[in-house]
């Protein structure tokens, strides 16, 4: 009972599947493209912490810095953006994706398979007790996801966090949709796996 | 054989389908059998990824702050400039990649060239001559004048210094004015000197300019003091050369007729009314003209020894 109260403040707070500005997109989008403050602020509040959580799982030297560079480019480009808010949603996750490439070129790193870093985490105030548990939260989701090989946990990230489609998955890639539904399979059955020898992973 | 080539003893996963998937983000029971493990993962990754936006660094703050104007030569921003994919490798493109560029690049080249209009093909065409003269004055191939023209007008619209031939025969003449002024330590005009420093240079420059001139002797300039004849026997005609001039049709024989010819000739000028018919008589004191060397080397002081006669010898 207790998780399902907990499973429905989280399907408020996100939902990766879902829209997350809703009907009034289209007009925040076209507000944005002519650079009206008040939506880009919008658009970054609506999509900046899934891509920080994305960056921060995928083991990014420092996601925040990070998550700015990609709003910059984001908002730089969103005069040449066509589509509605799902298209645009997996357009700043492809985005992201490029850039944490690019940051792991740069940086010349791998995430660690043994020793998750220190996760810090940046809200105002607010509960500690419930901020030590997205802490733990956190650190077991990101200990769990770099024991996938990095292909799958691209994939499964993408799909599961971000909420892309397989196209769209493919595209952000650059492989085929075949090969991305193969990576999901085999990251599933994975992670299945590490579930069932370590059940305190989740 | 599994879904997944995951271990064969266990129990395989059928594929998860997009219906299966929306139910899992939505946070709803898994909608395909097989997938209650799921839950919990993608719960937990929700949650990681419902905190707060991340602090906001001054670029994207001021951004974010002031908006952009659509206008153009006003972009929002310049950093992440690969937002449409990774940046290249540092290794670059393959070799075949390239010279498809390069191929790409001439064709277009070629194109736009093609679809140029008369004035700007001339345009292009002065400038490239331009381009190529100032390029020569640079490596020094230019002729001299030309070369001293060039590096003149380089030096005064650059601070570049280009090779000039010119200026490096401007010291001569300084060289010989010391010889002939006695700056050199010797005295008075030194004709000698001058003379050797000139035929010294002309020499040089000579065997420069000829470039095949290995035996000085054997040049014209060897040839000074030589006859028209004798340099026209060193030509290849020299075997067909006339031994004697041919006669002029219809000219006198006898060389006296001369003088008549000239006074026809005289009486065709605007002055041939003042021309005298005739010539007049010479006088005995005028007859003296007419005398002998002998009359003149009569008045000298050895005229004692002249003889009487012009005898032969």
Known sequence: MERDVENEQVSQDYSPGRATIGPGFDSVLTAAQTGAPWALERLYHALSPAVLGYLRIQGAADPEDLTNEVFLGVLRRIGSFEGNEEKFRSWVFTIAHSRLIDDRRRTDRRPHLAEPREVHWDRAGGDAEQEALDRLTNQRVQALCERLVADQRDVLLLRLMAGLTIEAIAEALEKSEGAVKALQRRGLANLRKILERDPVSL | ?313
Do not use: C
């Open chain 2, 1 to 313: 054989m599994t879904y997944f080539d995951g271990d064969t003893d266990e129990m395989p996963l059928p594929p998860l389908d997009d219906r299966a998937l929306e139910a899992l983000l939505s946070g709803g029971p898994p909608a395909q059998y097989g997938f209650d493990w799921l839950v919990p993962f993608v719960e937990d990754l929700g949650e990681a990824a419902s905190g707060p936006a991340p602090a906001v660094k001054p670029a994207l703050a001021m951004l974010l702050a002031q908006g952009f104007s659509t206008e153009k030569g006003d972009l929002p921003a310049t950093a992440a400039s690969n937002v449409t994919g990774p940046a290249s490798q540092a290794a670059g493109l393959p070799k075949w990649r390239k010279k498809m560029l390069i191929s790409e690049l001439l064709a277009g080249l070629v194109t736009k060239l093609a679809g140029l209009g008369m004035a700007a093909k001339a345009g292009m065409g002065l400038t490239l001559a331009a381009a190529s003269t100032t390029a020569a004055g640079a490596v020094g191939v230019l002729p001299a004048p030309a070369q001293h023209a060039v590096a003149t007008v380089v030096e005064a619209a650059t601070p570049f210094s280009f090779p000039d031939t010119a200026s490096d025969k401007a010291g001569f003449g300084a060289t010989v004015s010391a010889d002939a002024t006695g700056a050199d330590g010797a005295p008075g005009v030194d004709g000698k000197t001058v003379s050797d420093a000139a035929k010294a240079k002309h020499d040089a420059e000579a065997s420069t300019s000829a470039g095949t001139a290995t035996n000085p002797g054997s040049g014209v300039g060897a040839n000074t003091g030589a006859t028209g004849l004798d340099r026209a026997n060193q030509t290849p005609a020299a075997g067909h050369a006339p031994t004697s001039v041919p006669a002029v049709a219809g000219a006198p024989s006898a060389p006296g007729s001369q003088a008549s010819k000239g006074l026809n000739t005289a009486g065709s000028t605007p002055a041939a009314g003042n021309v005298p018919s005739t010539v007049p008589p010479v006088t005995p004191s005028a007859g003296a003209q007419g005398s002998t060397g002998l009359n003149t080397a009569s008045s000298t002081p050895a005229a004692g020894r002249v003889p009487v006669s012009p005898g032969r010898p």
